[in-house]
T-cell receptor, first 115, second 112 residues
Framework: AAGVIQSPRHLIKEKRETATLKCYPIPRHDTVYWYQQGPGQDPQFLISFYEKMQSDKGSIPDRFSAQQFSDYHSELNMSSLELGDSALYFCASSGRLAGGSYEQYFGPGTRLTVT | GIQVEQSPPDLILQEGANSTLRCNFSDSVNNLQWFHQNPWGQLINLFYIPSGTKQNGRLSATTVATERYSLLYISSSQTTDSGVYFC??????????????FGKGTSLLVTP
């Protein structure tokens, strides 16, 4: 079965640089979520989209932005990177609002290292 | 928002032993999921279980929604079961989006 795809899997950036993470949800899933997991921490919700519109917002810094495109893939843009942004970034998708389950399926994550 | 508490925080088992992990939550939920995060960082869906009981091989889970807790049972543990087990519930006070709120996890080490 198709799963959530994230790219790149690993990314190394320097302080003050920008980074763009991509997410391709499971086909026919209508909701995409972004989570950030710092070292030794639990995942924290950043932002979500339903049908290309932002649907909920968590603890996402103002330096970060995200959007969902017409083909349902989503991108997380991070600017003015800081050392503290080093983390594992997960994308998840669900088909709940299309009559599917509430279950969220997670991608493999992008490991961002800021030096 | 919903508070999620997991116990124990750490657990060491010998291969073949059984264990029970607990997740308490502070409010009613529409979604409760159990995940296994392996040493490579992947979050693997174990159960979607807002209520009731489910079994999958050596793993089973029970959620008693009226009493606001869920249990994950691991039987005949194997070294590949090592990792962090997270319980996550649907965040409240949002009109849409329904993001998950994670507990701090139970770190499990299974020794040969």
């Amino acid at each position: 079965a198709a799963g959530v795809i994230q790219s790149p899997r690993h990314l190394i950036k320097e302080k003050r640089e920008t980074a763009t993470l991509k997410c391709y949800p499971i086909p026919r899933h209508d909701t995409v979520y972004w989570y950030q997991q710092g070292p030794g921490q639990d995942p924290q919700f950043l932002i979500s989209f339903y049908e290309k519109m932002q649907s909920d917002k968590g603890s996402i810094p103002d330096r970060f932005s995200a959007q969902q495109f017409s083909d349902y893939h989503s991108e997380l843009n991070m600017s003015s990177l800081e050392l503290g942004d080093s983390a594992l970034y997960f994308c998840a998708s669900s088909g709940r609002l299309a009559g599917g389950s509430y279950e969220q399926y997670f991608g493999p994550g992008t490991r961002l290292t800021v030096t | 928002g919903i508070q999620v508490e997991q116990s124990p925080p750490d657990l060491i088992l010998q291969e073949g032993a059984n264990s029970t992990l607990r997740c308490n939550f502070s409010d009613s939920v529409n979604n409760l999921q159990w995940f296994h995060q392996n040493p490579w960082g992947q979050l693997i869906n174990l159960f979607y279980i807002p209520s009731g009981t489910k079994q999958n091989g050596r793993l089973s889970a029970t959620t008693v929604a009226t009493e606001r807790y869920s249990l994950l049972y691991i039987s005949s543990s194997q070294t590949t079961d090592s990792g962090v087990y997270f319980c996550a519930v649907e965040r409240t006070n949002s009109n849409s989006g329904y993001a998950l709120n994670f507990g701090k996890g139970t770190s499990l080490l299974v020794t040969p």
